[in-house]
């Protein structure tokens, strides 16, 4: 088996109806794959949806009880998973071309590489963020444009257009290459990462193995953002809960303590415009506690 795709589904299953079909209608038949979906507690009926995919016999359902989150449910599906390579591929995306073809081919000439992104696009072709850079103390107190003059040697910015295959910090969660053993030798995702941050925990992480994180712009993907997830307060709670976790893990203290204080002031300033963003700030401001984690606010489904 050459790739294992695997992909979570929350209460959007003509997403992942529409992306299995854009996999079939791109791929080679030349390479062998198959396709792992973790449903996450999605409503009955949307569950339902999905078993109109069990006809193939390269597809795997898996159905858990509890929305354990984007790394949690990427775990429970690499469990499953039989590929020499894992895609780990959101389910409101679409292939627009021969994906996996790209990534399989530059991955196996290509030996230092742990980790591929493609070139994602929105629904009206324009480019969206296929990359970025990992948090750093410098950006944060200067801005990305000045620091970048003061670190020119530092990986590209998000608005650079990448024209040939390039080293960046951290890959969109939304498209995943790995290579099998560097992603079983690293541990995977992270699944105290309920809802965001995991691309840069594990980018990071790759790279900290001695891999590289490559961004191939051949590869074109659809992404319709935000299919399963709908932006307000709690949502943005969960992003805080994480960007602190993902400072705990891989910052000093002392950086760690500036870099809360820099966010602290962003909201603070925001907060003059919305009393959305004073809520965060005081959120923010009691340590993003990890028990008000939407994780722990449902229950378990029968």
Known sequence: ????IITV????????????????????????YEIIIVDNASEPEQY????????????????????????????LGVQHAMGDYYL????????QNDVLTLFYNYAQTNKDVGLLGGHLSNKDGSRTSSYKKFPSLLSNLLGNSLARLLTPQD????????NVPTEVSVVSGSCMFFRRDCFDKIGGFDTVFFLYCEEEDIS???????????YLPDAHILHLEGASTTRN???????YISYILLLNKHFPLWKVAMLKSLQLIKLLRRSFRSTHYFCLFLFVLRGAPIKESLRYKQSIKI
């Not at 997403?15 to 062998?32: C, D, G, P």
């Not at 990986?155 to 990448?162: A, D, G, I, R």
């Not at 990071?204 to 490559?214: E, F, P, Q, T, Y």
Request: hydrophobic share 40%; charged share 20%; net charge positive.
């Open 155 to 162: 990986f590209p910015s998000n608005k650079t257009v990448l």
């Open 9 to 32: 589904n929350y209460n959007s299953s003509h997403h992942t109806i529409n992306m299995v079909e854009s996999i079939r209608k791109m791929t080679a038949s030349s390479l062998t």
């Open 48 to 75: 339902d949806l999905l078993l109109s995919l069990q006809s193939f016999s390269d597809i795997t359902i898996i159905r858990s009880r509890i929305n354990g989150g984007f790394a949690w449910g990427n775990m």
């Open 233 to 239: 307060l709690a949502i943005e709670k969960e992003f």
């Open 88 to 95: 780990f591929l959101n389910n409101d995306t679409l292939f």
């Open 204 to 214: 990071k992480r790759v790279w900290d193995s001695g891999l590289k994180v490559m």
């Open 1 to 4: 088996m050459h790739i294992s």
